[in-house]
């Protein structure tokens, strides 16, 4: 009887730990997450950018970091957010290139077999 309690605790300790991690993970996702047709606005970036690069400052390393902001602000500011709908659209392409190359691979492979390619 007192292996099944301590199985019991265990079991549901890792329950416990699974579903923290899992929720965990969620907020991190969920910050990701847009909804559909809203843009996103990164002026944040630029702007941290723009006074990294406008500061007097001895060494070349802000400047071109600065400018490395500016550009990742207006890059994510014309990237749509990303939905559940985008990324099972984006999954559905990454598989329809990877078996379509799997194909052109076979095609490949039997060209040379028969002494074609």
Known sequence: MEDAKR???ESSRDAAC???DMAHNLRSVRGLMGR???????????????ALLLTPTPEPFSDAIGLALIGVGTIAEKTKPL???G????GGE????VFQFSGEC???SSDRQLGWG
């Open 7 to 9: 199985a019991l605790l």
């Open 87 to 90: 990324l099972s659209e984006e």
């Open 36 to 50: 559909p047709g809203k843009e996103r606005v990164c002026k944040h970036l630029k702007h941290v950018g723009a």
């Open 106 to 108: 076979r095609t490949l």
């Open 18 to 20: 699974a579903y923290e």
């Open 94 to 97: 990454i598989l329809r290139e």
């Open 83 to 85: 939905t559940l709908a």
